[in-house]
């Protein structure tokens, strides 16, 4: 099995920049890629980013690209979410998750999720 720790959210102003890290943990690590979920108060849980263990192909929704940027440090089992220009709608509880067998924007494509860690931009 695999555990998933997210850090890295807080309090930011509009404008400004987050670093979010999730941090894959277990016996064995066999996904091929990992993403990143956002679910914001009374709304169903959205893709943000995807990115493949292997190739480091990513993939974006349209409301980040052009501010958001995932990465992957495979010697860490590490994925990031650099956040730039951050903005108030951008507020959500940001999920990592991990798929066994390929990327995509639904949740349900995903085997493993963390607990999630908090983003809020305040405007």
């Known amino acids: 099995q695999v555990q998933l720790v997210e850090s890295g959210g807080g309090l930011v102003q509009a404008g400004g920049s987050l670093r979010l890290s999730c941090a894959a943990s277990?016996?064995?690590?066999?996904?091929?890629?990992m993403a990143w979920f956002r679910q914001a108060p009374g709304k169903e849980r959205e893709f943000v980013a995807a990115?493949?263990?292997?190739?480091?192909?990513?993939y974006y929704a349209d409301s980040v690209k052009g501010r958001f940027t995932i990465s992957r440090d495979n010697a860490k089992n590490t994925v990031y979410l650099q956040m730039n220009s951050l903005k108030p709608e951008d507020t959500a509880v940001y999920y990592c998750a991990a798929s066994k067998l390929r990327v995509g924007p639904k949740p349900y494509q995903y085997d493993y999720w963390g607990q999630g860690t908090q983003v809020t931009v305040s405007s």
């Open positions: 277990g016996r064995t690590f066999s996904s091929v890629a």
């Open positions: 990115i493949t263990w292997s190739g480091g192909s990513t």
